[in-house]
């Protein structure tokens, strides 16, 4: 506890960290505020159907991404997926389309414009899933919207609004990123997941007492257990690295001689971080949006199947997903090729493997043999709700056992620390834990 407070204090005497936590906590506020903002127009009290509807299945996960807005019929109810979306089709395009490779290679100037165009792509898919969400707000809670107010001429300013609330939470993210602490989009989906919380893990407590088959205290232990473990799987799956020694040659400049000495190359045993999950959870979110537009008695078998997160054919094609994913966004974030190209430039080797070529196809093989198994836990991991339900966890609760959810909350948060002990290590205070360096997923552990 001395330790915990004297690291505060640290903190709040860096006039610069301070002032980043304080606009990052205003920031969250503003997003939190805004998700129990209801759109012009809409009786708060009317909604009952529509809550009903996000208890469970593929909507809960909808409705715990927003942060509690879609159920609320916020101005923030489709929160920041669509620009989720938006991206892995942008990155999808930077791999297929030769113009957008072009682009990814002009550097800052090309990410500029790559960016441009995921904003101008998330309006339109804004375009989209806004009608999509107000159709099926008509079709569960219609004696909401106000009387004197017919639905046609609600939904155009409606579908204004919920596109202008998706682009300011991005609008947020971005002013987090640049003058907040942590990833700002990330950081966002992080809070409307934690928003959850508190009121998920009541029911399920009150469920282990008080139902008949809840099990009581000993059940709910060794829920509590499993649930720690599983959160340390996930601590210790995104801190992993694979060391690679690289060996430097001596080289004289002048009369100073460089070089000689050993260092390694950190590669993630799951270099693609968080990404992957949240790219395959917004895949999954697109037959939510096609049922939006159809009444229930028009859903097929697939899609209804689709819309329950806890049946096989759900999970085996998020898992697929995920692994796909997982690869996909290695391949794109690390290039062996430019790494061995860095090394040879540098005068360093990989001992014995040949410089150039050979280097980067061993860096290669290296990252797809740690790169499979580190797919592979991480889809079990996240397809752990399912296996929770089969104990009679509360499907609310049942996100946190693993899941999306849980590797978001993992990641962001270490990403977080650690951008706040390099600010303390920085100004020569300790960092946050005594036992070492907490190596968040944009930082190299050695």
């Not at 889809?379 to 849980?406: E, K, R, Y």
Request: net charge positive; with cysteine.
């Amino acid at each position: 506890m001395k330790k915990l407070i004297e690291t505060l204090k640290n903190i709040w005497k860096i006039e610069d960290l301070r002032t980043r936590l304080l606009i990052t906590l205003l920031f969250v506020a503003i997003y939190r505020f805004g998700s129990f903002v209801v759109l012009p127009g809409i009786n708060p009290a009317m909604l009952d159907k529509l809550q009903s509807q996000t208890a469970g299945g593929l909507m809960s996960l909808l409705d715990m991404f927003s942060g509690g807005a879609f159920s609320n019929a916020s101005i923030f109810a489709l929160g920041i997926m669509p620009y989720i979306t938006a991206s892995i089709l942008m990155q999808l395009l930077a791999v297929a389309v030769p113009y957008f490779q072009k682009m990814q290679r002009e550097g800052e100037s090309g990410r500029k414009k790559i960016s441009s165009y995921t904003r101008i792509l998330t309006v339109a898919i804004l375009a989209f899933q806004a009608p999509g969400y107000l159709i099926n707000l008509k079709m569960q809670s219609g004696a909401a919207l106000a009387s004197g107010i017919s639905w046609p001429v609600f939904m155009v300013p409606a579908i204004i609004i919920l596109a202008a609330g998706s682009m300011f939470i991005l609008w947020l993210g971005e002013r987090i990123t640049d003058k907040g602490i942590g990833n700002g989009v990330s950081l966002i989906i992080m809070i409307g997941i934690i928003a959850r919380l508190p009121q998920a893990f009541i029911q399920e407590v009150t469920s282990r007492f008080t139902a008949i088959t809840g099990g009581g205290l000993v059940m709910f232990l060794v829920e509590i257990i499993i649930l720690y473990a599983v959160v340390c799987a996930a601590i210790v799956l995104v801190q992993g690295v694979r060391k690679v020694p690289v060996q430097y040659a001596k080289r004289l400049v002048g009369n100073k001689q460089y070089g000689g000495a050993r260092q390694y190359i950190p590669l993630k045993l799951f270099a693609a971080n968080v990404m992957p999950i949240i790219f395959a959870q917004a895949i999954m979110f697109i037959p939510l949006s096609l049922a939006q537009w159809m009444s229930s008695e028009n859903t097929g078998w697939f899609l209804r199947t689709m819309l329950d997160h806890h049946s096989w054919l759900y999970n085996v094609i998020f898992a697929i997903l995920i692994i796909a994913f997982t690869y996909f966004y290695t391949a794109i974030t690390l290039n062996p090729t430019q790494m061995a190209e860095d090394m040879k430039r540098n005068n360093g080797f990989i001992p014995g493997v040949k410089p150039g070529k050979d280097t980067a196809e061993y860096i290669d093989t290296v990252m797809s043999r740690i790169t499979l198994p580190g797919s592979l836990f991480i889809a079990f991991i996240a397809v752990m709700p399912a296996f929770a339900s089969l104990l009679n966890v509360q499907d609310a609760f049942s996100q946190f056992f693993g899941g999306t959810s849980l590797l978001i909350l993992v990641g962001v948060v270490l990403d977080t620390l650690a951008q706040i002990e390099s600010h303390l290590l920085m100004r020569h205070y300790d960092g946050l834990l005594s036992s070492g360096r907490i190596h968040g997923r944009g930082m190299a552990a050695y």
